[in-house]
């Protein structure tokens, strides 16, 4: 009983999360709407006994990527709301929909036939003696291993590539991300940045 | 009584088909993003429901990769969004249409 009350509050409130993110109209907004949805779907995770993944996603999701998030709202300053009633590509939001329910109709639709196959417990079993943290580090540093270091290698290449594209634009103007700023010819947006560009170069780091 | 898993993966189902739908119909590039999120979230929701149906804890680990992936792809992601904003002052996904034929 107390299984279905879990269940039939955290879905709701993880769907209303995700409609909230889709229909509101401030950025702001969409990002606390999405913390909805990330905690709702740590205590549905918490429901099926993955412990340790609810507190990954409360502190990676719902602390690192929002926080994320909202900080880029801050930075560009996009506090301007966005209409989004007019529809600039005729068609398209019917055909959005159309496709959205035809997926989710043949999802549905499969779900009438069996949901699992194959064997029990092929990697490990989930129940049993044991903690589930325990038993998700065994994993980890024993059979994917491998996988583990390969994430390590990703997240040292993320940081590189985040310092990169957060730099200021290059010294030389004519590099290829200069280019283009050219090409635009001397538009608004272009023209600080361009103009910009010598002084900031000279700044150290 | 336990709930039975059909439930959870139909409620993910319904989740990834509302991140679809967000995706498809928002402009502003980072509600876009969000949105990519919540259909990574459903996905995560649908592996922890077939690591408890099947009684495998490999569903479990996927899941931890996939957090792993989802942080860098954000990260990547809202630094090419902060360049794009730099050059073009717009977060718009219409506004970006050099490439246009």
């Known amino acids: 009983m107390i299984d279905w009350v879990v269940f039939v509050v955290a879905g709701a409130a993880c769907l209303a999360g995700a409609l909230g993110v889709i229909v509101s109209r401030h950025p702001v907004h969409a990002a606390l709407n999405l913390v909805m949805t990330l905690f709702a779907v740590a205590v549905l995770f918490v429901a099926q006994e993955a412990h340790f993944l609810a507190a990954v996603q409360v502190i990676v999701y719902a602390g690192a990527i929002v926080v994320l998030f909202l900080f880029v709202i801050m930075l560009l300053g996009i506090d301007r709301q966005e209409d989004i009633r007019t529809e600039t590509l005729r068609g398209q939001r019917p055909l959005a929909f159309l496709v959205v329910a035809l997926v989710l109709a043949e999802i549905l639709l499969l779900a009438r036939t069996t949901w699992v196959t194959g064997a029990d417990s092929l990697v490990a079993a989930a129940s049993g003696p044991g903690s589930n943290i325990a038993k998700l580090g065994e994993l980890l540093f024993t059979r994917y291993l491998l996988a583990f270091e390969a994430t390590s290698v990703l997240l040292v290449i993320a940081v590189v590539a985040a310092i990169m594209l957060a730099r200021r634009a290059p010294e030389h103007p004519d590099d290829l991300t200069g280019d283009e700023g050219q090409v635009e010819g001397p538009g608004p947006s272009a023209e600080p940045v361009v103009a910009g560009a010598p002084g900031d170069a000279a700044v150290p780091g | ?101």
């Open chain 2, 1 to 101: 009584m336990r709930v039975p898993g059909a439930w959870y993966l139909g409620l993910a189902a319904v989740l990834f088909t509302l991140g679809a739908l967000g995706l498809l119909v928002r402009r502003n590039v980072l509600v876009m993003f969000m949105c990519v999120e919540l259909m990574l979230n459903a996905v995560n929701l649908t592996f922890v429901t077939y690591a408890r149906m099947l009684d495998d804890l490999g569903g479990q680990v996927v899941v931890f990769f996939v957090l792993v992936v989802a942080a860098v792809e954000v990260v990547v992601g809202l630094g090419i969004i902060v360049a794009i904003f730099r050059r073009r002052g717009t977060a718009t996904a219409d506004d970006v249409s050099l490439l246009r034929g």
